[in-house]
């Protein structure tokens, strides 16, 4: 009797099939963020919730005792949760792959830092106070920005946008970043600055409105289509130059690409809701687990697990502390630990696009 070699499993006939389970989490976020407005400091009865939402999605405009609750305060955070979830979710996978690094996360480039620049000059020093409501998102958004063109600059002016030149500018600028932000905080003289920007960056959809809804979906939707549409790129770009370069990938077209796209995304995201840490590492790493590392599987998983997951947290930090509310950032920094942590522990875990 001859031996034969032991063959290893075939880890990928246990991948789940990418296009059914994005189909499955979608259903499961929209049940949620309807099922989700009925939390709160005053419980709405679901049956109340999902009337007022059908009512108004098909035109019949009768009220109930809550539908200013429902529809003007509760369902936009719960919209923006959702999409905000699967923003942080998309800018992760795209952080990591663009750096080609499991460990980048969204703010690895100092984009969140540049906007609580923004935000702590609007609520230290009032700037931009002529924008009213939109004040602390457009002075975020602005700061997110600035960040943005000046780790780019600094890149280009230390030799390219190479992968470690990238991490250590971001890096570098982050940390000059905050320390810009608490010098304000600092000399502002306000007893209640600090604690206001605190929880800003610690992230909350609590002043969602469906402006912000739509400025945040419209970006979202629209890098998503475009990263989908580019998805054999992407994959080639992550198994490195040499190889995305025999295959006709205009390297360093994609990852500029890739940085600006990323920025502004990132800047928006950040502009409607504050810093929110952990989703953008740990859901890509949870999609590419169950479904495999190319891109055309995992983005669409990614973005729906990313919204599915925020849309809950929301539910909790708000009835955690009731009636004070948790900021979420500290919500997802206690759940994303330990779940990173038993991902890493998963022997058949792979971040490359092959298996």
């Not at 620049?117 to 700037?127: F, W």
């Amino acid at each position: 009797m001859t031996a034969r070699a032991a063959t290893p499993p075939d880890l990928s006939a246990r991948r789940l099939s990418p296009a059914p389970l994005a189909v499955a989490l979608a259903a499961l976020t929209a049940v949620s963020i309807v099922t989700s407005v009925a939390f709160g400091s005053e419980h709405i009865p679901v049956a109340d919730v999902w009337d007022t939402v059908l009512g108004r999605l098909t035109g019949d405009t009768t009220d109930t005792a809550y539908s200013v609750i429902i529809w003007d305060l509760r369902l936009p955070r719960s919209v923006l949760a959702a999409i905000v979830g699967a923003g942080l979710a998309l800018a992760g996978a795209l952080m990591q792959a663009l750096v080609r690094n499991p460990l980048a996360e969204p703010y690895l480039l100092g984009v969140s830092a540049g906007a609580a620049v923004g935000a702590t000059s609007v609520m230290t020093m009032g700037t931009l106070s002529a924008l009213g409501l939109w004040a602390l998102s457009g002075g975020a958004l602005l700061g997110a920005l600035a960040a943005t063109v000046t780790v780019y600059l600094v890149a280009r002016v230390q030799g390219g946008l190479t992968a470690i030149r990238l991490i250590l500018s971001g890096v570098v600028l982050s940390s000059a970043f905050m320390a810009l932000s608490s010098l304000m905080v600092f000399t502002a003289g306000d007893p209640q600055a600090a604690e206001s920007v605190m929880f800003w960056m610690l992230g909350s959809v609590a002043g969602a409105t469906w402006a912000k809804v739509q400025l945040a979906g419209v970006v979202v939707l629209a890098t998503l289509l475009g990263m989908v549409v580019i998805h054999a790129w992407l994959d080639a770009y992550a198994a490195g130059n040499d190889t995305a370069s025999s295959l006709g990938v205009p390297v360093a077209a994609l990852r500029t690409a890739l940085f600006a796209v990323q920025g502004v995304l990132v800047g928006v995201l950040v502009a409607v809701a504050g810093g929110i840490g952990f989703v953008g590492l740990i859901i890509p790493h949870a999609a590419r687990l169950v479904v495999g590392a190319t891109h055309r599987a995992m983005l669409p998983v990614a973005v729906c697990g990313g919204a599915l997951f925020l849309v809950w947290v929301d539910v909790f930090s708000r009835v955690a502390a009731a009636p004070r509310e948790m900021p979420l950032g500290i919500v997802t920094g206690l759940i994303g630990a330990p779940i990173f942590l038993f991902l890493m522990g998963r022997r058949r875990y792979t971040f490359g696009p092959t298996e």
